[in-house]
């Protein structure tokens, strides 16, 4: 079985301070685990204030479960552009890179 990772790196919006930034992440992690992921794990890179960043990891128990959050999105796209269409209207961290990883058990 495979256990699917989706990772991004984040930095934070110009002027944006490291509480701002955490109150951010606090609220992706819970619209994540709100759409079943397994775990999401936040780790931040460097000191917030000093050009830092952050890798953002929402862990999903299959890549089943993972597709899940596809067809959720695609059942009720309104609700999850709402969301997204709430945080890109206050930018408060940019995605600097993202990829998608499958942990493999049986190999």
Do not use: C
Request: proline share 2%.
């Amino acid at each position: 079985m495979a256990r699917a990772v989706e990772v991004a790196i984040l930095e934070p919006a110009e002027g944006k301070t490291r509480a701002q930034q955490i109150a951010r992440l606090k609220e992706w992690k819970k619209h994540w685990l709100g759409l079943g992921a397994e775990k999401v794990v936040v780790s931040e890179i460097a000191v917030g204030n000093l050009n830092g960043g952050w890798i953002f990891a929402v862990h999903h128990a299959s890549g089943a479960s993972y597709g899940a959050t596809f067809d959720d999105y695609y059942n009720n796209s309104k609700r999850f552009d709402s969301a997204v269409e709430k945080w890109m209207k206050t930018p408060t961290l940019k995605v600097v890179n993202f990829s998608v990883t499958f942990e493999m058990d049986d190999i």
